[in-house]
């Protein structure tokens, strides 16, 4: 069930996708709104903290996201989960674009959530040809086909969303243009340049260094041993290869040589074992598929391969 939340009776709801609006309980938009953010406006990290509470995550996100997007452009909310924390980044002029296209005045919207922390672990159908369903603790925005029995957004009421933890948009960009910057920056590079090579380059190169690793570890209270930060290390590139792991296990999925050899009845996943169900045009068209999972997945991926009435069966190692 959804976590029942009262709001204001003139407070209303909206949900975004990129593709535009999937939900809304008002015909008109010039009204005061919550807007709900769906999996493709933002990058979601469940992670442990060394730390006790949420707001002294702010000093952990940018290392956190680096490795899952080049943008520079980000902000960032943490919400504390009893010993974890949901991580979140986000580009609020990314945000800001999609509103406008909707003709959403941003001076109307109260809140923005994300749907990570709105929605629980139940299958939504989002009436797009999309719907949301949690793989392994983060909703994931998938193809209705491959999601069974969701229960459809529209028949959802407002007040079961769980419209906690919002945040609220920067409107505005600097009002120093990027050109100026450049104009203003590339001659103090070249002074910066110029005193380098007159000087002694290799002490002040040394001591530039010193003075960048020592701001970078009080910037993000990192300890002081060289094994500690190495386990800090550790644990984010498990969880990236992780989650990289699935996604080039999905894709593989999804570009199996379909077409007229067969289509999809079935695709579960969940932490053990996934579950892959495909009704053959033909008897022979089997080898066809056996071939590709063999070709594409890595030894031990496949647990077991069944045929039975026209239907192939594939259990996979995750």
């Known amino acids: ?33 919550d807007v709900v953010l769906l999996p493709s406006f933002y990058w979601f ?5 060394p730390i006790r509470f949420a707001f002294q995550a702010k000093e952990y996100l940018p290392s956190i996201f680096e490795s899952l997007t080049t943008s ?3 902000s960032y909310l943490a919400i504390q989960k009893e010993d974890i924390f949901w991580l979140f980044a ?10 406008e296209k909707e003709n959403i005045n941003i001076s109307n919207v109260k809140k923005v959530y994300f749907a990570q ?21 983060i909703l994931t925005r998938i193809p209705s086909t491959l999601a069974a029995n969701g229960k459809k957004i529209s028949q959802i009421s407002k007040n079961n969303f769980n419209l906690t933890k919002g945040i609220s948009l920067k409107r505005y960009k600097s009002f120093i243009g990027e050109s100026f910057l450049y104009k203003l920056i590339i001659p103090i590079i070249l002074i910066i340049l110029l005193y380098v090579v007159d000087t002694a380059q290799l002490l002040y190169v040394n001591k530039n260094l010193l003075q960048q690793k020592n ?9 002081n041993t060289t094994f500690q930060n190495k386990s800090i290390l550790m644990q984010l590139k498990n969880t990236y290869k992780i989650q990289k792991n699935l996604r080039n296990f999905i894709e593989t999925i999804m570009s199996a040589p ?4 067969g289509f999809i009845t079935l695709f579960k996943i969940n932490q053990k074992s996934s579950v892959l169900s495909i009704k053959l045009a033909k008897a022979s068209d ?3 598929f056996k071939n590709y999972f063999k070709q594409k997945l890595t030894i031990g991926n496949i647990k077991s391969i069944v045929v039975r009435n026209s239907i192939l069966t594939v259990e996979f190692n995750l």
């Open 258 to 261: 379909y077409g007229t050899h």
């Open 45 to 49: 990290v469940e992670k442990k903290l």
């Open 215 to 223: 701001e970078i570890f009080s910037k993000y209270n990192l300890p």
């Open 72 to 74: 520079a452009k980000l």
């Open 117 to 137: 922390n709105v929605f629980n672990d139940v299958a939504i159908d989002l009436d797009n040809n999309y719907s949301l369903i949690n793989i392994n603790g």
């Open 90 to 99: 986000y580009d609020d002029q990314d945000i800001l674009k999609a509103l």
């Open 286 to 288: 089997v080898n066809i």
């Open 1 to 33: 069930m959804f976590q029942w939340l009262s709001k204001q009776k003139d407070h209303h709801v909206v949900v975004l996708d990129k593709g535009g609006i999937v939900y809304k309980d008002i015909v008109s938009l010039d009204k005061k709104i």
